[in-house]
């Protein structure tokens, strides 16, 4: 099956710096990326997503990007708030969108 | 419109004891699923169901069972409780993309 490797497992940076979460994908034929932000003791939720037919992604602060042939794909938090501060999960799906493998997740603080 | 709820949000269990985490959603999604969250390791999926009538295992469906009782409903059951089965809980329902999360439940096995 497919294996989602997440890289750094905890980030700080200081607000208003930029922010780069990375993860690897074992599955050639995974096409859909989604990243999910989890604050404490909450549900995770969307943030933003890619499919394999595009290297990248924008919406506002955050963007995506994907390398197919590298299999890796990454997040991008430009301007960081203390309220970016959370655990943001990659995730990956293959051609029928029924499963869906989580990398391990990323702890980001952002201090004031 | 509630989206996606979970029931008990709290539930602690001795081993051996059975229980069942009920699931359901209101936007009309065919695929539903059921993940255990462990610190450090992220999401894992233990069954899901792509549409009414269908489930299928994920990667760590042993211990669990589950059922589609309908469109709107997928169940999770714990036929006997084991301390490694303490985690949270989370169902989740997707459209044609990402998956929507309910709000989870978090379960103590003593």
């Known amino acids: 099956g497919e294996n989602v490797e997440q890289h750094p497992s905890t980030l700080s940076v200081q607000e208003g710096d930029s922010a780069v979460i990375k993860c690897t994908y074992s599955?050639?034929?995974?096409?859909?990326f989604p990243w999910y932000k989890q604050e404490l003791g909450k549900r995770p939720q969307l943030i933003i997503d890619?499919?394999?037919?595009?290297g990248e992604k924008k919406d506002q602060r955050i963007a995506v990007t994907l390398n197919k042939t590298a299999k890796h794909f990454s997040l991008h938090i430009t301007e960081t708030q203390p309220e970016d501060s959370a655990v943001y999960f990659c995730?990956?799906?293959?051609?029928?969108?029924?499963?869906?493998?989580f990398g391990s997740g990323t702890k980001l603080n952002v201090k004031p | 419109n509630a989206g996606v709820t979970q029931t008990p949000k709290f539930q602690v269990l001795k081993t051996g004891q059975s229980m069942t985490l009920q699931c359901a959603q209101d936007?009309?999604?065919?695929?539903m699923y059921w993940y255990r969250q462990d610190p450090g390791m992220g999401l894992r999926l233990i069954y899901y169901?792509?549409?009414?009538?269908?489930?299928d295992k994920g990667e760590v469906p042993n211990g669990y069972n589950v059922s589609r009782l309908n469109k709107r409903e997928f169940s999770l059951r714990l036929e006997s409780a084991a301390p490694s089965q303490t985690s949270v809980y989370f169902c989740?329902?997707?459209?044609?993309?990402?998956?929507?999360f309910g709000p989870g439940t978090r379960l103590t096995v003593l």
């Open positions: 989740a329902s997707r459209p044609a993309g990402a998956q929507y």
């Open positions: 890619i499919r394999s037919n595009v």
């Open positions: 169901s792509a549409s009414e009538g269908t489930t």
């Open positions: 936007m009309n999604h065919n695929s």
């Open positions: 995730a990956a799906s293959g051609n029928n969108f029924n499963k869906f493998y």
């Open positions: 599955d050639s034929a995974s096409n859909y």
